[in-house]
């Protein structure tokens, strides 16, 4: 079955500096798609971004990059210049299709980052 | 801006009251997802539409949950009769199934407590 595994459960920085939540997961699917998602104090899961596995470029939005390893099945993402309003819970999540032919996003467990001011 | 809306934001009720939780997907998407969120268990699938139908409810206690589309616009999640295990946020989601793993947009969730 897939897994995925958040191994930080909480991270506390200050603002300014940069943060690297890891993300590792486990499948047997060739084609797979990861995703992470935000949710702020709010409660709502925000969107961030969705990579799939023939895809192994790094990506950079803004001061969020993401890094995508497949020989090591990790897809970590760093915040650059961490600001009070990153502070939030982030899911990495990781695609499975079941056999009835439907699809689910398996989450982490979750990092809770705090950044101070 | 497109967005999944959900309702109630928040609801408390007594143990063995019936709850109904509604969710009206983004416009022109045709797969609702129904999880839930709990401190323990993170965020579990409980059920999930293509097109309205239901493709996969396996993670739904089936003697006390239903779930349903009764047309494109409106999922239901319902709980008959609730109990305190229940109290979680219920999260609904939408995509487009275009190829395999659409994006799935969240709704805001329900905090449901049973008392």
């Known amino acids: 079955a897939q897994k995925v595994t958040q191994a930080q459960t909480e991270i506390s920085v200050v603002e300014k500096e940069d943060v690297t939540l890891d993300c590792v997961y486990e499948?047997?699917?060739?084609?797979?798609?990861l995703f992470w998602y935000k949710q702020p104090p709010s409660g709502e899961l925000v969107f961030l971004i969705r990579?799939?596995?023939?895809?192994?470029q790094n990506e950079i939005s803004g001061r969020y990059s993401w890094n995508f390893q497949k020989s090591t099945s990790s897809f970590n993402f760093t915040i650059t210049a961490s600001q009070v309003v990153d502070s939030a819970v982030y899911f990495c999540a990781l695609s499975e299709i079941t056999q009835g032919g439907s699809e689910k996003l398996v989450f982490g467990k979750g990092t809770k980052l705090t950044v101070n001011p | 801006d497109a967005r999944v809306t959900q309702t109630p934001r928040h609801k408390v009720t007594e143990m063995g009251q019936e709850v109904t939780m509604r969710c009206q997907p983004i416009l022109g998407h045709n797969t609702v997802f129904w999880y839930r969120q709990t401190m323990m268990q993170g965020l579990e699938l409980l059920a999930y539409?293509?097109?309205?139908?239901?493709?996969?409810d396996s993670g739904m206690p089936k003697d006390r949950f239903s779930a349903e589309m009764p047309d494109a616009t409106l999922a239901t999640l319902k709980i008959q009769p609730s109990e305190p295990r229940d109290s979680a946020v219920y999260f609904c989601?939408?995509?487009?199934?275009?190829?395999?793993?659409?994006?799935?947009?969240f709704g805001p969730g329900t905090r449901l407590t049973v008392l």
């Open positions: 499948t047997r699917d060739t084609t797979y798609y």
């Open positions: 990579r799939n596995s023939f895809d192994e």
């Open positions: 989601a939408s995509g487009l199934a275009i190829g395999l793993a659409d994006t799935q947009y």
């Open positions: 539409f293509r097109n309205r139908a239901p493709l996969d």
